[in-house]
T-cell receptor
């Protein structure tokens, strides 16, 4: 099992560009999450999903959109990147029984 | 909204010393989880506490959940260089609400 994978690992964008981050899990988990991590701020939840076809806003959703068309995939989109979105992005998944979260390796995004 | 206070923010210890990080919530929790993130890595689940007053041990790590289910602690006995990293607590109000993470305690161990 690969667990949770994220692509890409690194990306540099210019202000105004768009991109999509892909998260995939092979553990048949119902729940999936997108976090951003900034120095001194811990992990902040952007959006999450409790099942295929459903999404919900987290603590810091502005400027991001998500989709969960397939149970194993959770996509995070930035329509018009801003320097404030420079961060490390982590995807995670969990089952609906134990709720312990399994994290992907992260995507380091820089917006110039 | 729900707030998670985790202290201290940083801790530097000599190898062999003990270390404790605390997590306090403004509300009664359903459960609490602890994660460890090594420098440059991703958070890794350590443990989940569910019951009031629960104490769990993993080798040199001891986890406690307060009697009122509003606070928790992680204690490491005789730290080693492999314990270096940031320790996060994560709280959940009820079964289907997302976790709320504390800002973490960054542990440095000086050999």
């Amino acid at each position: 099992n690969a667990g949770v994978t994220q692509t890409p690992k690194f990306r540099v964008l210019k202000t105004g560009q768009s991109m999509t981050l892909l998260c995939a899990q092979d553990m048949n988990h119902e729940y999936m999450y997108w976090y951003r991590q900034d120095p001194g701020m811990g992990l902040r939840l952007i959006h999450y999903s409790v099942g295929e076809g459903t999404t919900a806003k987290g603590e810091v959703p502005d400027g991001y959109n998500v989709s969960r068309l397939k149970k194993q995939n959770f996509l995070l989109g930035l329509e018009s990147a801003a320097p404030s979105q420079t961060s490390v992005y982590f995807c995670a998944s969990s089952s609906d029984r134990t709720y312990e979260q399994y994290f992907g390796p992260g995507t380091r995004l820089t917006v110039t | 909204g729900q707030q998670v206070m985790q202290i201290p923010q940083y801790q530097h210890v000599q190898e062999g010393e003990d270390f404790t990080t605390y997590c306090n919530s403004s509300t009664t929790l359903s459960n609490i989880q602890w994660y460890k993130q090594r420098p440059g890595g991703h958070p890794v689940f350590l443990i989940q506490l569910v019951k009031s007053g629960e104490v769990k041990k993993q080798k040199r790590l001891t986890f406690q959940f307060g009697e009122a289910k509003k606070n928790s602690s992680l204690h490491i006995t005789a730290t080693q260089t492999t314990d270096v990293g940031t320790y996060f607590c994560a709280e959940r109000l009820s079964g289907n609400t997302p976790l709320v993470f504390g800002k973490g305690t960054r542990l440095s161990v000086i050999a």
